[in-house]
């Protein structure tokens, strides 16, 4: 069996594959490195959602990459130009020739006498096993199953006698005009699809188990736009980005010192933009805003379908599935053609390979994180997790540097091996997200935990992580670099020290 050799593996070739593909090529020149992708085309979340209205709901400012200017009139941009601009990124710089495509990873095992990661893949439909051996393994594969969306088992569901579709799997052609539509969810995907499928269905219904905090915004930024009528695209796009940076910082801190004047900011703004009279209690939720993602509303969409009749919202437990639609615990029906579950994603963490040091296999849920994106006693592996409070690039950019400065320190020192070792006793592990969002409960007993102070503990905090990943010192005291057949990994002590 033939074993292709490299420096680095990236699994996944999504925002954070493509952005790992620039830094290597423009930090680590010297490297060798592929990107798997277990998909048929780059792009991640923006090549698998095909529903309408497929859009960001984080500007692409902050979305888009920080040595990339996005150069769009639209700001909130829509799913297919998102692939085009990620297209033309990894095509530029010459990314794309180091994607192999219809390679889904399956197991990972790491020998500390070579210092090397056996990687083993499937490839294509035939799943013919391939076999790679990597210095670092970087894993940049989401937080999210892409086979399966996440559906609730209604009771009935087999009664309906129309079509039943999750978002994440939307059928090619879906004939959704002058038909009635109920979409079940109130997060991103339902606050899209309504005012969109409300543009040519006889009407759309958001059905909700509770609310969700929403705010508007226009869909193109004026300052952006403005400010590249006479500046450099690099330069307008520059200052852009950290003028959306530190407002969105700005907004999270209030939410965290004054979550009730906060609120109420937020619930008077969508007040003005429904109609006179109409029941907030649709749109007042019971925990803080930021307790759970907030949804974005471009150019006041949703509400706009709300006003002139073709959408409404409806909040209230569904009882079970009928043959004409939806029965509600309170006796209320409602009738459909059409009911779409957009009802959430499943998580899973690093695409759910299998992991191995040394012989042992790794349980993620008995790791501590260091610096959020490595593994408390697993050498040589990274991982890119976006923010949950702000753009998945922000975090993903930092990432792949700090990656980049590890392999460059590694080199610079004679070492092969960058373990985070924890042998603090005053780390307590703690959770390693605070949402209270269902699809992020589901999933915490999978999850590893952070540490309660740095640098195991989890920021969601751009200014902090650049200090941290981009300027922060790499020989931290617990991140130590041994050389290959030195000594063998064992993170399990070291779990037990954080307990």
Request: hydrophobic residues 35%; proline residues 5%; contains cysteine.
């Given at each position: 069996m033939?074993?292709e050799?490299?420096?680095?593996?990236v699994v996944g070739a999504?925002?954070?594959?493509?952005d790992?593909?620039?830094?290597?090529?423009?930090?680590?020149?010297?490297?060798?490195?592929?990107?798997?992708?277990?998909?048929?085309?780059l792009?991640?979340t923006?090549?698998?959602?095909?529903?309408?209205?497929?859009?960001?709901?984080?500007?692409?400012?902050?979305?888009?990459?920080?040595?990339r200017?996005?150069?769009?009139?639209?700001?909130i941009a829509?799913?297919?130009?998102i692939?085009?601009?990620?297209r033309?990124?990894a095509r530029?710089?010459?990314?794309?020739?180091?994607?192999?495509?219809?390679?889904r990873?399956?197991?990972?095992?790491w020998?500390?006498?070579?210092?090397?990661?056996?990687?083993?893949?499937?490839?294509g439909?035939?799943?013919e096993p391939?076999?790679f051996?990597?210095r670092?393994?970087?894993m940049c594969?989401?937080?999210?199953?892409y086979?399966?969306?996440f559906?609730p088992?209604?009771?009935?569901?087999d009664d309906?006698e129309?079509?039943?579709?999750?978002?994440?799997?939307w059928?090619?052609n879906?004939?959704?005009?002058g038909?009635?539509v109920?979409?079940?969810g109130?997060?991103?995907?339902?606050?899209?699809l309504?005012?969109e499928?409300?543009?040519?269905a006889?009407?759309?219904?958001?059905?909700?188990?509770?609310?969700?905090?929403?705010?508007s915004?226009?869909?193109?930024?004026?300052?952006?736009?403005?400010?590249?009528?006479?500046?450099?695209?690099?330069?307008?796009y520059?200052?852009?980005?950290?003028?959306?940076?530190?407002?969105?910082?700005y907004f999270y801190?209030?939410?965290?010192?004054?979550?009730e004047?906060?609120?109420?900011?937020?619930?008077?703004?969508?007040?003005e933009?429904?109609?006179?009279g109409?029941d907030?209690?649709?749109?007042?939720p019971s925990?803080?805003?930021?307790?759970q993602?907030?949804?974005?509303?471009?150019?006041?969409?949703?509400?706009?379908?709300?006003?002139?009749?073709?959408?409404?919202?409806?909040?209230?437990?569904?009882?079970?599935?009928?043959?004409?639609?939806?029965r509600?615990?309170?006796?209320?029906?409602?009738?459909?053609?059409?009911i779409v579950t957009a009802?959430?994603?499943n998580?899973?963490l690093?695409?759910?390979?299998?992991?191995s040091?040394?012989?042992?296999?790794?349980?993620?849920?008995k790791?501590?994180?260091?610096?959020a994106?490595?593994?408390?006693?697993?050498?040589?592996?990274?991982?890119?997790f976006g923010?949950?409070?702000?753009?998945?690039?922000?975090?993903?950019?930092?990432?792949?540097?700090?990656?980049a400065?590890?392999?460059n320190h590694?080199?610079?020192?004679?070492?092969?091996?960058?373990t985070?070792?924890?042998?603090?006793?005053?780390?307590r592990?703690?959770?390693?997200?605070?949402?209270?969002s269902?699809?992020v409960?589901r999933?915490l007993?999978t999850?590893?935990?952070?540490?309660?102070?740095?640098?195991?503990?989890?920021?969601?905090?751009?200014?902090?992580?650049?200090?941290?990943?981009?300027f922060?010192?790499?020989?931290?005291?617990?991140?130590?670099?041994t050389?290959?057949?030195a000594?063998?990994?064992?993170?399990?002590p070291m779990?037990?020290a954080?307990?």
């Amino acid at each position: 069996m033939t074993i292709e050799t490299l420096d680095v593996l990236v699994v996944g070739a999504g925002i954070s594959g493509i952005d790992a593909g620039y830094h290597l090529r423009t930090y680590c020149p010297g490297k060798t490195y592929a990107i798997l992708e277990g998909r048929d085309d780059l792009g991640g979340t923006w090549d698998l959602f095909r529903y309408p209205g497929i859009r960001s709901d984080s500007d692409m400012h902050t979305l888009g990459f920080s040595f990339r200017p996005w150069k769009e009139a639209k700001a909130i941009a829509d799913g297919p130009s998102i692939k085009k601009y990620l297209r033309d990124t990894a095509r530029d710089y010459g990314i794309d020739k180091h994607i192999r495509y219809q390679h889904r990873v399956v197991r990972a095992a790491w020998d500390s006498q070579t210092a090397r990661w056996t990687v083993e893949a499937e490839r294509g439909p035939e799943r013919e096993p391939v076999t790679f051996s990597a210095r670092f393994l970087f894993m940049c594969s989401g937080y999210y199953r892409y086979d399966e969306g996440f559906t609730p088992a209604f009771e009935g569901r087999d009664d309906f006698e129309g079509q039943i579709v999750h978002p994440q799997h939307w059928p090619e052609n879906l004939d959704y005009k002058g038909k009635r539509v109920i979409v079940i969810g109130s997060g991103a995907t339902a606050v899209t699809l309504v005012p969109e499928m409300a543009k040519e269905a006889a009407q759309v219904t958001m059905l909700q188990r509770s609310p969700t905090y929403m705010v508007s915004r226009p869909s193109e930024d004026k300052i952006a736009n403005g400010l590249r009528k006479f500046l450099p695209s690099r330069i307008a796009y520059g200052i852009t980005r950290w003028k959306n940076v530190l407002f969105g910082m700005y907004f999270y801190n209030k939410t965290r010192t004054n979550p009730e004047g906060v609120n109420q900011f937020v619930l008077g703004k969508v007040k003005e933009l429904l109609p006179a009279g109409y029941d907030m209690t649709h749109f007042t939720p019971s925990y803080n805003v930021w307790d759970q993602r907030l949804c974005l509303v471009p150019d006041d969409d949703l509400f706009g379908a709300i006003k002139n009749g073709s959408a409404d919202v409806v909040t209230g437990q569904i009882d079970r599935f009928t043959k004409k639609g939806i029965r509600l615990k309170d006796g209320q029906e409602l009738e459909a053609d059409i009911i779409v579950t957009a009802t959430g994603l499943n998580v899973q963490l690093l695409s759910g390979v299998q992991f191995s040091v040394d012989g042992a296999p790794v349980e993620l849920a008995k790791t501590i994180t260091y610096k959020a994106m490595m593994f408390s006693g697993v050498p040589n592996l990274a991982t890119s997790f976006g923010y949950t409070n702000a753009s998945w690039t922000l975090k993903a950019d930092l990432t792949c540097m700090y990656v980049a400065r590890l392999l460059n320190h590694m080199d610079r020192t004679g070492t092969q091996i960058a373990t985070p070792v924890l042998d603090d006793p005053e780390v307590r592990a703690e959770p390693w997200l605070s949402f209270s969002s269902g699809y992020v409960q589901r999933a915490l007993a999978t999850l590893p935990r952070q540490g309660s102070k740095r640098p195991w503990r989890v920021h969601q905090n751009y200014a902090l992580d650049m200090l941290d990943l981009k300027f922060g010192k790499v020989e931290d005291g617990a991140m130590r670099f041994t050389k290959a057949g030195a000594t063998k990994s064992a993170p399990e002590p070291m779990l037990e020290a954080a307990e």
